[in-house]
């Protein structure tokens, strides 16, 4: 008798900013969708990438650029941030899956044992190139696990930027504000150098001339 192919459920991710994903569980740890960042990011472009890993699909980092979500961000860049939030460095055996990347990591951060080694808190492949069978059974495993939903997916709505000399202005005073606090700082540290030395100063300078 042929029973009927198991069909794994997809896990839904947790705590998305709205919606009904925004879950908090009593099994969720206060660290829980915590990750490094790359530098370059701040916490909410990453959080862009997460939705548009979701929606686009691993690796797929073309139709993220085309998409116009992260403008500024490289390839490059955004295949490190991805490791990061994967929290390991082979990212080959999670290419096309619409995954919530801050899940895998997660999961992979409490990962332990003596075989298991991390470079910037993401572990590393310590053994031979993974054949692309091995690859391909991971991400079949993977997609049981990880896979969101179609119609999670599917209705993603990607933020799209600012007009670029808007953004671009923003940048900038942004930049004025920093070098005024900078500014300010040096001007503190310039004006505590330059008072006096106080009775006590002068005192044990004058006890440490008299030893010599």
Do not use: Y
Not at 38 to 62: C, F, H, I, Y
Not at 120 to 138: P, Y
Not at 184 to 194: G, K, M, P
Request: glycine letters at 6%; a positive charge.
């Amino acid at each position: 008798m042929s029973t009927a192919p198991r069909v794994a459920a997809p896990i839904v991710p947790r705590s998305m900013p709205t919606g009904q994903r925004n879950v908090v569980r009593s099994n969720d740890s206060a660290s829980l969708w915590n990750c490094t960042l790359s530098p370059g990011w701040t916490q909410d472009e990453v959080q862009v990438l997460r939705k548009a890993l979701m929606k686009l699909g691993v690796g797929n980092w073309m139709k993220i650029i085309e998409s116009e979500c992260l403008p500024g961000k490289t390839i490059a860049q955004m295949n490190l941030q991805t490791q990061r939030m994967l929290g390991q460095q082979s990212t080959a055996e999670f290419n096309g899956l619409h995954i919530d990347a801050l899940e895998v990591g997660h999961l992979n951060s409490q990962k332990q044992g003596p075989e298991i080694k991390r470079k910037n808190n993401c572990i590393v492949n310590t053994g031979g190139k993974l054949s692309r069978d091995e690859v391909e059974r991971r991400r079949v495993s993977h997609r049981e696990k990880f896979e969101v939903a179609p119609e999670v997916w599917k209705a993603i709505v990607l933020p799209k930027p600012d007009n670029p000399l808007l953004l671009l202005d923003r940048k900038r005073e942004e930049l004025k504000e920093l070098q005024a606090e900078l500014d300010s700082v040096l001007a503190q540290i310039a004006a505590i150098e330059s008072q006096p030395a106080s009775a006590a100063d002068q005192a044990t300078t004058g006890t440490k001339r008299a030893r010599e």
